[in-house]
């Protein structure tokens, strides 16, 4: 699977970005998708994951209730819908994908199989 990011960008502190992730291959349905970022000077952290099938979607806390992910595997593409945008989520904001595996808030118990190239979003005071 190979995964490609886009939508990042400059934007004011409150406002809003989408981010897309589209997969190659015919498989993207079966894969759990994730998105992770990477601010300056920091580990890369997870930020938001959703099932294959978009039953279940698992947020970390600094971006519940502001950031949506989504899937369309019609379209084999990956969403994130972030609002109320700080400075503190400016980071590269990378997609990546799993089969299986155990999830939860504080994101996959193991290793995500593939990544794709990040993004920069950058959210200015």
């Known amino acids: 699977v190979q995964l490609q990011a886009s939508g990042g960008g400059l934007v004011q502190a409150g406002g809003s970005l989408s981010l897309s992730c589209a997969a190659s291959g015919r498989t993207f349905s079966s894969y759990n998708m994730a998105w992770f970022r990477q601010a300056p000077g920091k580990e890369r952290a997870f930020v938001a994951a959703i099932l294959w099938s978009g039953s279940r979607t698992y947020y970390a806390d600094s971006v519940k209730g502001r950031f949506t992910i989504s899937r369309d595997n019609a379209k084999n593409t990956v969403y994130l819908q972030m609002n109320s945008l700080k400075p503190e989520d400016t980071a590269v904001y990378y997609c990546?994908?799993?089969?299986?595996?155990?999830?939860?808030?504080?994101?996959?118990?193991?290793?995500?199989?593939?990544w794709g190239k990040g993004t920069l979003v950058t959210v200015s005071s």
């Open positions: 990546a994908a799993a089969r299986g595996g155990e999830w939860s808030d504080n994101g996959p118990k193991y290793e995500m199989a593939y």
